[in-house]
């Protein structure tokens, strides 16, 4: 009657061990470490740059822990994070901007647990700390890309109204565009209003020569950083997702700057390369005249031309590109890192509809020139291709190929596709952080957990006797595979997540308190004791299903509609209702089975 049959038991001692292996990273704790990674797949981290640093280390009197290379990264672990900061500026001043270097944290995982894919669960900031950044949002190359915006705007609108206009420049408070009379003027003007409602216009006619000069409000100029600080807190939101990073803080700190906080991060020199790079794409058409290149290589570049790089294998070689403009990475919509028609590594480019419709109409008004696809980084642009136009484009679909490699390419497309910057932005600072609470009071929270469980335990073997030892069992069972699930899943554990923890071990001792209740009242209603357990187990089952239901009903809305600290309690809420469901149910009757389910007579309970 009270027997589980040998596969039911097994499939629980399956899970307790399964519970206990994934459980067990967590005591070991983790270790200041240094990571360093290059800039570009093209720059190699090998056993050369760790004898390197190793001399480094030495020659600075600083003792590293140990040192491994792992994926293209050196990580090098100390005994303190005194030793970790030290060695950090000094392998940072050494090794100059080809290399990424950032703190990390390293798990002490035994390397039989790390074989099994065993790793201890990413505590939050509040509890481990993290990794801190300090943006600082360049406003006035908002405005200036706005500027372009607005060069490149009345270009397409003139052309498409038919109207011929001289140059027009991009000055460094605005737009000029010279026109050659009167008329010309007017219906420029005419036209601008009508498109471009939010600058203002000033013209000059007369023997000077026709011109409008075109501002930005004050207004819209504030709208634009104030904007652009948006923009990029959604951007950094986007790639922060890409690492995988879980409950990050990502807000705005003043009027200019953002701050980053990621806990649980491990490769935090990725972290810090994706973060701080800008990688926007611009579109502009390559100068094909000798005679200018000539000049610029001499170093008169002409107005309204950038001398820049063009990325090839063989060498970078020089190239004159126009300032122009003519598509942004704002109209992209997708990035994928693929390979081309000869198998080398590529990034493949969806664009929205205007940006479609601009890159149809540039390829159908170019045909035999070349086009510059320039990768700006920083403030600085390369370009990555720069192929020759043989035909009209449309679609909405660009290839982007050159000297890159299938690491580059995943990147770039990565860096396209959680959007573009609306500024470029500086890590102005750079730390680890640690546990915003303090180490006491992370102690006190936890040892108030273990306090509490400490209590319940002796409550339910005092009160319950042999019935209230295999409830604390299964409820320690309980702990374990909470512990489990969160080190699996990788869940991030804030200190709200403390409290859903204690919060699950009093859920799942009720559940056994009301199964022991259960069992007392039929052994007093004279229901032999075999029998009792049968019916104490099935009858409570009813009500502790329902009560587990609607509890979870309400974890489950905090999980959809709540943020922050909210969501990191509903995320161990939930879990925990599950975990205590089988541990106070199935572990709590395979423990009681085992105990009185194998005896031939039974006169009385230990309840």
């Not at 967590?26 to 470490?33: I, Q």
């Not at 109209?331 to 480019?349: L, T, W």
Request: net charge neutral; proline share 3%; charged share 20%.
């Amino acid at each position: 009657m009270n027997r589980y049959p040998l596969w039911k038991n097994l499939i629980i001692l399956i899970a307790l061990v399964a519970g206990l292996i994934y459980a067990l990273p967590n005591r070991y704790g983790e270790t200041p470490a240094v990571q360093i990674s290059g800039t570009r797949s093209s720059v190699k981290v090998d056993t050369a740059v760790m004898d390197r640093i190793e001399k480094l280390l030495q020659a600075a009197k600083i003792q590293p822990e140990g040192a491994f290379l792992e994926n293209n990264s050196l990580k090098v672990k100390f005994a303190g994070t005194e030793a970790q900061l030290k060695a950090k500026t000094a392998i940072q001043e050494a090794l100059g901007d080809d290399y990424v270097v950032a703190l990390n944290l390293l798990p002490n995982t035994p390397g039989w647990l790390a074989q099994l894919h065993a790793k201890p669960m990413a505590l939050g900031l509040d509890l481990r700390g993290g990794v801190h950044f300090l943006m600082q949002v360049d406003m006035r190359a908002a405005v200036d890309k706005a500027y372009e915006r607005v060069a490149g705007d009345v270009r397409r609108e003139l052309k498409d109204k038919k109207i011929r206009a001289g140059s027009i420049k991009r000055l460094a408070t605005g737009v000029e565009i010279q026109l050659r009379d009167e008329a010309t003027l007017k219906e420029s003007r005419k036209a601008i209003e009508r498109s471009l409602p939010t600058v203002q216009i000033a013209q000059q006619s007369g023997e000077g020569g026709y011109r409008l000069l075109l501002t930005l409000t004050d207004e819209e100029q504030r709208r634009i950083q104030s904007d652009a600080v948006k923009q990029n807190i959604a951007t950094l939101h986007n790639r922060v997702n890409e690492l995988g990073t879980t409950e990050p803080v990502i807000q705005q700190q003043g009027a200019d700057r953002i701050v980053v906080q990621l806990p649980g991060v491990q490769d935090t020199a990725r972290a810090k390369d994706i973060i701080g790079r800008t990688a926007t794409l611009e579109v502009r058409m390559v100068e094909e005249d000798s005679a200018k290149l000539a000049e610029a290589l001499a170093g008169r570049v002409p107005a309204g031309y950038e001398l820049l790089e063009e990325l090839d294998p063989r060498g970078n070689r020089p190239i004159l590109l126009k300032t122009d403009v003519e598509l942004t990475g704002e109209n992209i919509n997708d990035a994928q890192a693929g390979f081309d028609d000869q198998n080398q590594p590529a990034v493949h480019i969806g664009l929205d509809s205007a940006g479609a419709n601009i890159f149809r109409q540039l390829t159908a008004e170019n045909i035999g020139k070349r086009m510059a696809m320039v990768l700006v980084e920083k403030g600085k642009g390369q370009v990555v291709t720069a192929p020759v136009i043989r035909g009209e484009i449309g679609g909405g679909r660009v290839q982007i190929t050159g000297s890159m490699s299938t690491a580059d390419a995943n990147d770039t497309a990565l860096l396209l596709r959680a959007g573009s910057l609306a500024a470029p932005m500086e890590v102005v600072e750079e730390r680890t952080i640690g546990p915003s609470l303090g180490k006491e009071n992370i102690e006190k929270g936890f040892n108030s957990m273990f306090y509490g469980f400490g209590a319940v335990v002796l409550f339910m073997i005092i009160y319950y006797r042999m019935f209230g030892v295999t409830a604390s069992l299964a409820l320690g069972a309980n702990l374990v595979f909470l512990i489990a699930l969160l080190s699996v899943l990788s869940t991030t554990l804030t200190l709200p997540g403390i409290a859903a923890i204690a919060l699950t071990l009093g859920m799942a001792i009720d559940s056994n308190v009301l199964i022991n209740e259960r069992i007392r009242e039929e052994v007093r209603a004279g229901v032999p004791p075999q029998t009792a357990i049968k019916a104490g187990y099935e009858h409570a089952w009813a009500t502790i299903l329902d009560s587990n239901i609607t509890t979870l009903i309400a974890g489950v809305a905090l999980l959809i509609f709540g943020s922050g600290a909210v969501r990191g309690f509903a995320v161990v809420h939930c879990l925990g209702i599950i975990t205590s469901m089988f541990s106070a149910v199935v572990v709590s009757r395979a423990l009681v089975n085992l105990i009185y389910g194998y005896r031939r007579k039974v006169t009385s309970l230990a309840v």
